[in-house]
């Protein structure tokens, strides 16, 4: 029984499925839906999802093949377009942990991977006792939307888990959703609507929260 080529499963994979419709000129914001969709059918059939994002065409396709003939696309019914491939949304990222690379560069993890999709690689820090250290753990950007299980760092085969970024926190008040400058300038609007002494004025920015939350209460 033949194997299937495995050059041919790479390029199949390195297909982009999320390509991004731009006009040369003008943008998609007032063309009809049932235009595009029409457009859309005629050159390379019924697609998994069609949004307008920003006046221009974001396009998920059902097969590589498809993603190809959009891809070759020129014009649009009477638009001039040019089509590429979504900058994000064509790309995935997994953690692997492996204390062998830490003897390795970034750019030999990354060259020695690059057969596996890897297009970018990022060691994970930690601080410790205010210096921050090298970990095992190793994020790695995949050029597909589909991360994969397992890959194979030289005689090591590794678990991908999906990599999770940390929530956006602010170290004033420790909550999550803004950082300490937004708060910095919140700060700074609140304190310009009250007659606070001049030092308070010319130096908003050394006002701790909680005092600023006394004064609001009187």
């Not at 014009?75 to 949304?89: A, D, K, N, Q, Y």
């Not at 790309?91 to 204390?99: A, E, I, M, N």
């Not at 060691?123 to 090298?134: A, L, P, Q, S, Y």
């Not at 002494?197 to 929260?209: E, F, K």
Request: glycine content about 4%; some cysteine.
């Amino acid at each position: 029984r033949q194997r299937p080529d495995n050059a041919t499963n790479k390029k199949e994979e390195d297909t982009p499925r999320f390509l991004v419709v731009r006009r040369k000129e003008g943008d998609f914001t007032t063309v009809s839906p049932f235009l595009i969709s029409k457009v859309l059918y005629g050159i390379v059939g019924n697609v998994k999802d069609v949004k307008k994002v920003k006046g221009e065409l974001l396009v998920e396709t059902v097969s590589n093949k498809q993603s190809r003939q959009l891809i070759k696309c020129t014009r649009f019914s009477e638009f001039e377009v040019e089509v590429t491939p979504h900058g994000i949304l064509n790309t995935s990222k997994g953690v692997v942990f492996c204390r062998d690379l830490l003897n390795c560069s970034i750019e030999e993890i990354k060259d020695n991977l690059k057969s596996q999709g890897v297009i970018e690689v990022r060691r994970i820090r930690t601080r410790r006792e205010g210096i921050f250290v090298d970990t095992a753990n190793h994020v790695l950007t995949f050029n597909t939307p589909r991360l994969p299980r397992t890959i194979q760092a030289a005689f090591y085969p590794l678990q991908v888990r999906p990599y999770i970024p940390n929530p956006l926190r602010c170290f004033n008040c420790q909550r999550f959703g803004h950082s300490a400058v937004n708060q910095k300038l919140k700060r700074k609007w609140a304190l310009q609507q009250l007659p606070l002494p001049p030092m308070h004025r010319w130096r908003p920015d050394r006002l701790r929260l909680p005092n600023l939350l006394k004064i609001l209460a009187r």
